[in-house]
């Protein structure tokens, strides 16, 4: 008999073909992202569920009574409630490494189009603003030579920090709780404690998992530190900022800039201070979102799903439920 699965989300045609020759499924027929509450009504006997983001915690696991394996579609895992799932033996699972480059190109392009002011320039053109000549108030600042600051040099700050060393000349140092000193080799890249990092960069990019350490890294103190000249780029998740402080300082000018995929609350309301700001550029969480990287992890993530429910080990564990 095949395992009953829940699939959650949307997913590309073939990747549903694979599913549905190796599982039973029901499949999300609501409009948007199922919540936790919609989750715990639709998983009945379900034994995997496919989910993006969703919470997993006490009220979808006590509501599927014969859940064995999650398979969370992203890299970021931290909707994840770890400690119910080990306390029911509840394998989970994630997609990291293959969105790592197309993440990576996203850091470079939120860091160029907010140096080069591309969001701003291009709403001037097409609303008729551009006049001849280019006033210097205009003028954006240089990516090339400037000193990169990434907390969390990860496998996607790794791939950031290739890229703007070796195709932007970028400084770049990191920022780890661990050193790495084989990247620090193989990328030319320095480490710097955290307060040294935010003080001396030009950009500085955020890219840490969410948990309850890096919740609100990046707060007032941290941002006082910044350079008045530097800009915050956020490709991870929006609580590892204190968001309120952020529009402080952009508001009063304490930095120059900042670059969002992440949010607090996503989708951004309409309202948000935010969407007032010409100095920071805002992308609807689209880190890795291209036509070929979401197929591939929704294919990773199915063939975890599989793995798991017919005995074989699932190749993406996360980290803190292996064995
Ligand atoms: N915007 C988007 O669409 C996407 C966002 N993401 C986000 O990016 C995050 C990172 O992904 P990925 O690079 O694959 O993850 P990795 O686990 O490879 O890297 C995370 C890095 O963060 C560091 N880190 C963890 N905790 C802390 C801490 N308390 N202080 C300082 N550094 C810390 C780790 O080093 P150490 O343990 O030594 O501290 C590690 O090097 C994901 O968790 C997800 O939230 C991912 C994909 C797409
Ligand atoms: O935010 C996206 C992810 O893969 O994590």
């Given at each position: 008999m095949k395992p009953r699965i829940y699939i959650a989300r949307a997913l590309p045609e073939p990747v549903a073909a694979y599913l549905e020759a190796n599982c039973e499924c029901r499949y999300w027929q609501g409009p948007g992202s199922i919540t936790e509450e919609e989750l715990a009504a639709e998983i009945g006997d379900a034994e995997g569920?496919?989910?993006?983001?969703?919470?997993?915690g006490e009220k979808v696991l006590k509501a599927?009574?014969?859940?064995?394996?999650?398979?969370?579609?992203?890299?970021?895992?931290?909707?994840?409630?770890?400690?119910?799932?080990?306390?029911r033996r509840i394998v989970a699972t994630h997609t990291p490494y293959?969105?790592?480059?197309?993440?990576?190109?996203?850091?470079?392009?939120?860091?160029?189009a907010t140096a080069r002011r591309v969001a701003e320039l291009d709403r001037m053109v097409k609303e008729g603003r551009w006049r001849q000549g280019m006033d210097a108030e205009l003028y954006g600042l240089d990516v090339h030579h400037k000193r990169l600051g990434i907390i969390g040099m990860g496998r996607i700050g790794e791939a950031v920090a290739r890229r703007a060393a070796k195709g932007f000349d970028m400084d770049v140092?990191?920022?780890?709780r661990r050193r790495k000193p084989e990247a620090e080799e193989r990328l030319g890249i320095g480490y710097?404690?955290?307060d040294e990092?935010?003080?001396?960069?030009?950009?500085?990019?955020l890219l840490t998992p969410l948990t309850p350490q890096t919740r609100r890294l990046i707060g007032e103190k941290q941002l006082a530190l910044m350079k008045r000249s530097a800009i915050f780029i956020n490709i991870s998740r929006g609580e590892t900022v204190d968001e309120a402080a952020l529009i402080r300082a952009l508001e009063t000018r304490r930095i120059a800039g900042a670059g969002l995929d992440v949010f607090e609350r996503e989708p951004l309301p309409p309202d948000h201070p935010f969407t007032r700001m010409d100095h920071m550029v805002a992308l609807p969480h689209i880190g890795s979102a291209t036509a070929e990287t979401r197929l591939n992890m929704a294919f990773a993530a199915a063939r975890n799903l599989v793995r798991a429910?017919?005995?074989?080990?699932?190749?993406?564990?996360?980290?803190?439920?292996?064995a």
């Open positions: 569920v496919l989910l993006t983001g969703t919470p997993v599927g009574y014969k859940l064995r394996v999650v398979s969370n579609l992203s890299a970021g895992y931290n909707n994840l409630d770890l400690s119910a799932l080990a306390a293959v969105p790592d480059d197309t993440v990576a190109d996203l850091g470079m392009t939120l860091i160029l140092v990191y920022y780890n710097m404690p955290l990092l935010l003080s001396t960069s030009d950009f500085v990019l429910l017919t005995g074989l080990t699932p190749i993406d564990i996360v980290p803190e439920l292996r």
